[in-house]
C-alpha cells in the first residue's frame, strides 16, 4: 500500500469538484486519501495543464508532427484522464483495506489482498504512464513552442517527472508488498527512466543548469 491508493478527498466528491485549500486540507489531514497516488495525479494533471496553456501561445511548432491546437487539446484530455485516476486510486485504496481487514481465518483472504494490490499497483502505473506523455510533450513545447513560455514548458517537465517517480515508485512497493508480477515493477522503471530522459534533455540544451554541477 504505502499511501498508493488514494483519490477522493474524503470519498464524497471527485478531486476536480475541491478547491485548492480544500483538496490541500484533504491531503494534511489525518485520514488515509487523498496521499501518495492523488497527489501525483493532481501534479500530473497541473503539468498537463502548463502544456496546454504553453501551446495556445504558440503559433508553430517546427519539427513536430502536432499542431499547436491539437497539442493543447490533447494535453486538456490527459488533464482530465489522470484526475481520474486520482479518484480511481481511492477505490484501488479502499478494496486494499477492505480485503486486509477481512478476517484471519477467511479461506480466500490472501488471494483477496493479493487481487487488491494488483488494482492498487495499476492505478499508479496508468498514472506513471500519463505523466511520461506530458513530459515528452513540454519537452517539445520548451524546444519549439514560444521561447516566452519555455519556463512553463520546463515547469511541466520536472513536474510531470518528478510525479512519475512517485507514481512508479507507488507501483514498486505493492508489487513488493503483494509478491506480484515483477514486469509491473519493470514498466514502472522503464517509464521513469523515460520520464528522466526529458528533464535530462532539458539540462543538455542548457535550458536549466546540471543540478550535480
Not at 497516488?37 to 513536430?64: K, N, Q, W, Y
Not at 513530459?135 to 513560455?149: E, I, K, M, Q, S
Amino acid at each position: 500500500m504505502g499511501g498508493s491508493a488514494a483519490g477522493r478527498a474524503g470519498g464524497d466528491r471527485p478531486l476536480r469538484d475541491y478547491s485548492l485549500e480544500e483538496y490541500l486540507a484533504a491531503v494534511a489531514a489525518r485520514q488515509p486519501a487523498p496521499s501518495g497516488g492523488a497527489v501525483a495525479a493532481v501534479t500530473v494533471a497541473s503539468a498537463a495543464g502548463l502544456v496546454g496553456m504553453a501551446a495556445r501561445f504558440s503559433a508553430e511548432l517546427p519539427g513536430m508532427s502536432i499542431s499547436p491546437a491539437e497539442l493543447a487539446t490533447e494535453a486538456d484530455g490527459l488533464r482530465a484522464a489522470v484526475l481520474e485516476l486520482g479518484d480511481a486510486d481511492a477505490a484501488a485504496y479502499a478494496g486494499v483495506l477492505a480485503a486486509y481487514r477481512a478476517p484471519l481465518e477467511q479461506p480466500d483472504r490472501r488471494d483477496r489482498i493479493r487481487a487488491a494490490l494488483v488494482d492498487a499497483a495499476g492505478v499508479p502505473l496508468r498514472i506513471a504512464e500519463v505523466g511520461v506523455r506530458v513530459a515528452v510533450a513540454a519537452l517539445g513545447l520548451a524546444r519549439r513552442g514560444n521561447p516566452n513560455l519555455a519556463g512553463d514548458a520546463m515547469t511541466a517537465v520536472l513536474l510531470a517527472e518528478g510525479a512519475t517517480r512517485a507514481a512508479g515508485e507507488l507501483v514498486r512497493i505493492n508489487v513488493e508488498l503483494g509478491g506480484l508480477d515483477p514486469a509491473l515493477a519493470d514498466r514502472a522503471r522503464a517509464l521513469i527512466a523515460r520520464a528522466a530522459e526529458a528533464s535530462d534533455a532539458l539540462i543538455a540544451d542548457k535550458a536549466i543548469p546540471d543540478p550535480k554541477m
